[in-house]
């Protein structure tokens, strides 16, 4: 079930991630686990990086607009076994999804290397999926899509979340991203990490809707899904 928005920060349970102070419109939906518009010190610290700096107020065409964003707070267990902090952007379409999809990870003691904005990687998708970092919206291009042609991802949308990328890469006739994703490329390869049909990861995005790259016919991307 939704959560219902909290009034206060001093009824918010768990401290926000950048120290910000709880918007008044606030979804709580447990312990360490809510979502909200996107504050003033949110998008200063995105903009120009993951969101183009010149659509801040007056969004181009194929930019959506800052309000149908959410900065999506959670908890997570890292490597390490440790509970952290972890925080998200997304489409406000998905953010009740995460919020549900990630408390049951962390829950289920489910690991996750690291959940930051990829504003924490200068924007660039690459230098976040080297430092396995879960990540979702960032404004930018498929990967595949060379030749002269544009087209956008749907992480640009807000509407698609790559998840321990190192060991979950993109791969298409032999290209894989990140590079050093290689030895992981290979499925059948022993991976502690990896995300297959079986992986309860897969299980909770597929049964809030969203599809899995690994499923993809053309390229694989094991990190990835998505919802339309």
């Not at 312990?31 to 949110?42: A, V």
């Not at 998008?43 to 010149?54: E, F, H, V």
């Not at 408390?103 to 998708?125: H, K, M, N, T, W």
């Amino acid at each position: 079930s939704q959560g219902k928005p909290i009034a206060s920060a001093s009824s918010q349970a768990g401290a926000p991630v950048s120290g910000e102070k709880a918007s008044p419109d606030q979804v709580l939906y447990k312990d360490g686990f809510s979502y909200e518009p996107l504050s003033e010190e949110i998008i200063l610290r995105i903009a120009g990086l993951s969101y183009p700096r010149d659509s801040i107020t007056n969004p181009a065409k194929d930019v959506i607009p800052l309000q149908d964003l959410r900065y999506v707070k959670i908890r997570y267990v890292d490597f390490d076994g440790k509970a952290q902090n972890g925080e998200l952007i997304c489409n406000q379409k998905i953010a009740q999804d995460l919020v549900e999809i990630f408390s049951e990870l962390y829950d289920r003691q489910y690991p996750l290397a690291s959940v930051r904005l990829v504003d924490d990687f200068g924007g660039d998708d690459l230098a976040s999926m080297e430092a396995d970092n879960t990540s979702c919206f960032n404004f930018r291009e498929v990967t595949s899509s060379g030749g002269g042609r544009h087209k956008l991802s749907l992480h640009t949308y807000g509407l698609a979340v790559d998840l321990n990328p190192l060991y979950n890469p993109y791969v298409k006739k032999g290209k894989i991203l990140p590079q050093s994703a290689k030895p992981y490329a290979n499925r059948k390869n022993a991976n502690p990490y990896r995300i297959d049909h079986e992986d309860l990861a897969y299980q909770l995005f597929t049964a809030h809707g969203f599809t899995w790259g690994g499923d993809w016919k053309s390229l694989k991307d094991y990190q990835h899904f998505e919802k339309k």
